[in-house]
């Protein structure tokens, strides 16, 4: 009875919700779970044989896993703080603040080949940008080459960085105006100095958007192929992720395989996005109570 109520009260919005959720479900939903009963597959019957591959020290699940965390990490950290430190400068005013808000835009209008191809000149490993500037404020020796070896995370963290770095500003520079100016003015009554009421007045009140613009980019981070596999190519630290492992099984013809992979993926997307919602709940509950 109480459905019902709510049904005849809402029912113009349920009626344009529909298509909508019908939409999301033949995008995202089917295809998804399509994907997951795929991955046990093995020549047209159900098998768990694709995961008891990856599970082999063959495969090093473990050390793929560990690749993509890692790249996530450099990537979502480098990003936020480009982000916040953007946001609060664009947040203050002065003149020309709409004309520069519009260009820290434009990287992220920037197609992933093209930003990946300007940064491979760079990154280059001699007679480029990267070296040629470090060299010249005396901070390095001799030239580094940026896509071997481990500093290639790096490099692919900085370059993604500086593309998508402006949809997480975008977020937090809505959260900042937001803000009420009572409350810096209270907290400025009370004593506070500007790094006390960064503290605890800027950063509790930008949490909710903090929490939203990381699982969103996050969720890319995850499934991060073209960028790097343009910028540091066959470097074997790359070619452990999971996303290069699905695009490789794909490309071999093992698409069961790749489903398996993709699952994969997706539980760790899931159990981070989990987690960190937790996390962010919690650290907002005490910072309450605080």
Same mark, same amino acid.
């Given at each position: 009875?109480?459905?019902?109520?709510?049904?005849?009260?809402?029912?113009?919005? !349920? !009626?344009?919700?529909?298509?909508?959720?019908?939409?999301?479900?033949?995008?995202?939903?089917?295809? !998804?779970?399509?994907?997951?009963?795929?991955?046990?597959?093995?020549?047209?019957?159900?098998?768990?044989?694709?995961?008891?591959?990856?599970?082999?020290?063959?495969?090093?699940?473990?050390?793929?896993?560990?690749?993509?965390?890692?790249?996530? $990490?450099?990537?979502?950290?480098?990003?936020?703080?480009?982000?916040?430190?953007?946001? +609060? +400068?664009?947040?203050?005013?002065?003149?020309?603040?709409?004309?520069?808000?519009?260009?820290?835009? +434009?990287?992220?209008?920037? &197609?992933?080949?093209?930003?990946?191809?300007?940064?491979?000149?760079?990154?280059?490993?001699?007679?480029?940008?990267?070296?040629? !500037?470090?060299?010249?404020?005396?901070?390095?020796?001799?030239?580094?080459?940026?896509?071997?070896?481990?500093? &290639?995370?790096?490099?692919?963290?900085?370059?993604?960085?500086?593309?998508?770095?402006?949809?997480?500003?975008?977020?937090?520079?809505?959260?900042?105006?937001?803000?009420?100016?009572?409350?810096?003015?209270?907290? &400025?009554?009370?004593?506070?100095?500007?790094?006390?009421?960064?503290?605890?007045?800027?950063?509790?009140?930008?949490?909710?958007?903090?929490?939203?613009?990381?699982?969103?980019?996050?969720?890319?981070?995850?499934?991060?192929?073209?960028?790097?596999?343009?910028?540091?190519?066959?470097?074997?630290?790359?070619?452990?992720?999971?996303?290069?492992?699905?695009?490789?099984?794909?490309?071999?013809?093992?698409?069961? +395989? $790749?489903?398996?992979?993709?699952?994969?993926?997706?539980?760790?997307?899931?159990?981070?996005?989990?987690?960190?919602?937790? $996390?962010?709940?919690?650290?907002?509950?005490?910072?309450?109570?605080?």
């Amino acid at each position: 009875m109480r459905v019902s109520k709510i049904i005849k009260k809402n029912l113009l919005e !349920i !009626i344009f919700i529909i298509p909508l959720l019908i939409f999301i479900s033949w995008i995202n939903v089917l295809p !998804i779970i399509r994907g997951v009963l795929l991955g046990f597959q093995l020549l047209g019957h159900y098998s768990t044989y694709n995961y008891e591959q990856l599970a082999t020290p063959t495969y090093s699940i473990v050390n793929k896993t560990m690749n993509t965390v890692i790249i996530v $990490a450099l990537a979502l950290s480098i990003e936020f703080a480009l982000a916040l430190l953007t946001s +609060l +400068l664009l947040n203050r005013n002065f003149r020309g603040r709409t004309f520069f808000r519009s260009i820290v835009m +434009l990287p992220y209008g920037v &197609a992933t080949v093209v930003s990946a191809i300007g940064f491979t000149f760079i990154f280059a490993p001699s007679g480029w940008y990267g070296n040629e !500037i470090l060299l010249k404020l005396g901070l390095i020796h001799s030239d580094i080459n940026w896509i071997k070896g481990p500093i &290639a995370f790096l490099s692919v963290a900085v370059a993604d960085s500086w593309k998508t770095f402006p949809l997480i500003m975008l977020i937090l520079l809505g959260g900042l105006q937001t803000i009420p100016d009572s409350l810096y003015e209270a907290a &400025a009554i009370d004593g506070a100095s500007k790094i006390q009421q960064f503290r605890h007045v800027t950063i509790p009140s930008l949490f909710p958007f903090i929490m939203i613009a990381l699982i969103i980019r996050a969720v890319s981070e995850f499934n991060i192929l073209s960028l790097p596999l343009i910028l540091v190519g066959n470097n074997l630290l790359f070619l452990g992720t999971l996303a290069y492992d699905i695009y490789i099984s794909f490309s071999l013809g093992s698409a069961n +395989l $790749a489903d398996a992979v993709a699952t994969i993926l997706l539980v760790i997307v899931m159990l981070f996005v989990a987690l960190y919602i937790y $996390a962010s709940n919690r650290l907002m509950e005490r910072g309450s109570d605080e």
